[in-house]
């Protein structure tokens, strides 16, 4: 029988708890297993933390929490030597400086253990382990997800990868807000803001239960948030989401739109990422898919999968039937035509500019699939950048909703995704 990878988190006589300096981060080889499912059921860090952060507390993070890191020691070529990134290092090095516990909210700097922190129950759950809505002595209410000690390598480069975007996510408003984090009995706590539900529970609710449907004016500012968030990826840390879907869109009632879950984020490479099957399989663009394509891919990927993503909350349905292979997904999605949505669909009625958009991130020619920039100045965007609806009033409403149907707006006891 193998040997069990090396644990990031072991803890107990059997297993000797390193110091955060020793860990062995250097060596991982991600990949997300795939998924036919055509909707989300919630995993435990897509459905509940996020961020809105001021310009001064990127700058704040890193001189409380992120010294900078001693300079990697040079190794002799002796042995073919697993390569590490200047990434892990760094969030290697910020782990450490976590493990002692601190939390930094709105600026102030806490120094805490897990005895300051209560347990209001579980909220989420997913293949990391469960996400719970916790209170700190000082009256913070945060979402922690907290990541259990038997975490394969696979998983351990995943939460470096979402460590590392979210410590340095603080300046955009549209990502998740991190607080803090400590290790407790060899699991790792990651202290985030608590939002209120993800985009998939709420647009199912309103289809499913009320047989309503979202007005295109919130269907805009959830747009407008989503590509600034890819946006500030691509540009500020040259990173792919490769995972946009509904369950990864989170709202909260004060009106905040945020993405979260970057665990199988990629770093792209002259623009271009490479590994093939990281992310949910059914909102994957054509070019990821097809295996007689040897090429990487782009940003434009992403912007497939938020065209599906628009698609489905807008019309309350998948636009794709559900697979029962990866062959019917390759024979449809490659093969076949893409999604159009039209001004006139299903007895419903939108607007010729988000028809345009729509149709416009679902072209399945890549090299005709706009990037950012173009999206941005689109008039659909520009619109919902113009508009004045109150997405906080709206938001609540359906949330008390909700909470008067007894449906839950978090994810507690759901499956993670396969």
Same mark, same amino acid.
């Given at each position: ?16 708890r ?9 060596s991982?080889?991600? *990949? ?39 300079p ?9 030597p ?22 930094l ?31 700190? &002595? ?16 696979k ?27 400590l ?18 529970k709420?647009?199912?609710y ?15 500012k959830i ?23 509904p ?5 909260? *009632? ?6 979260c ?14 590994? &093939?099957d ?9 070019? *990821? ?24 909350v807008?019309t ?18 490659v ?6 949505l ?12 988000f ?13 005709? *699939?706009?990037?950012?920039?173009p999206l ?10 113009r ?13 008390? &909703? ?9 994810t ?7």
């Amino acid at each position: 029988m193998a040997e069990r990878p090396s644990n990031l988190f072991a803890a107990g006589s059997s297993r000797p708890r390193n110091p955060p300096s020793e860990l062995n981060l250097g060596s991982f080889n991600g *990949r997300q297993p795939p998924s036919f499912s055509s909707t989300s059921s919630g995993s435990a860090s897509s459905n509940l933390s996020t961020s809105s952060a001021s310009s001064s507390s990127s700058h704040n993070l890193v001189q409380r929490f992120c010294a900078p890191p001693a300079p990697a020691p040079v190794v002799a070529p002796v042995a073919p030597p697993v390569a590490t990134t200047n990434n892990q290092e760094r969030t290697r090095e910020r782990i450490k400086q976590q493990a002692c516990g601190k939390l930094l909210i709105d600026e102030e700097c806490y120094h805490f253990t897990s005895d300051d922190l209560t347990d209001l129950g579980e909220i989420g759950r997913g293949a990391f382990g469960t996400v719970n809505k916790m209170i700190f &002595k000082a009256g913070k209410v945060m979402a922690v997800k907290r990541i259990r000690s038997t975490v394969d390598e696979k998983e351990q480069k995943q939460l470096l990868m979402d460590l590392e975007v979210v410590m340095n996510s603080n300046e955009c408003p549209y990502i998740v807000q991190f607080y803090g984090a400590l290790f407790k009995e060899g699991d790792c706590w990651i202290c985030m803001e608590l939002m209120d539900t993800s985009l998939d529970k709420f647009y199912k609710y309103i289809y499913e239960r009320k047989q309503q449907r979202i007005p295109e004016s919130i269907l805009a500012k959830i747009t407008v948030a989503t590509v600034q968030a890819l946006n500030y990826l691509k540009e500020e840390l040259s990173i792919i989401h490769r995972d946009v879907k509904p369950s990864n869109i989170l709202l909260h *009632r004060r009106g905040d739109i945020k993405l979260c879950d970057f665990g199988i984020c990629g770093k792209l490479v002259d623009s271009i990422a490479e590994t &093939k099957d990281a992310g949910c399989r059914p909102y994957m663009a054509p070019e *990821r898919i097809d295996p007689e394509r040897a090429k990487g891919y782009d940003v434009r990927s992403d912007v497939w999968s938020l065209g599906i993503t628009l698609m489905e909350v807008a019309t309350g349905l998948f636009p794709y039937p559900k697979w029962d292979s990866v062959f019917e997904q390759l024979y449809q999605v490659v093969k076949g035509d893409p999604p159009r949505l039209q001004t006139s669909y299903n007895g419903m009625e939108f607007s010729q500019e988000f028809v345009d958009f729509v149709n416009t991130c679902l072209n399945k020619d890549e090299r005709e *699939r706009p990037k950012y920039g173009p999206l941005l100045e689109m008039p659909f965007i520009l619109r919902g950048q113009r508009s004045h609806t109150d997405v906080a009033v709206y938001v609540t409403d359906i949330l008390e &909703k909700m909470v008067k149907d007894g449906i839950t707006e978090f994810t507690t006891n759901q499956p993670a995704e396969s």
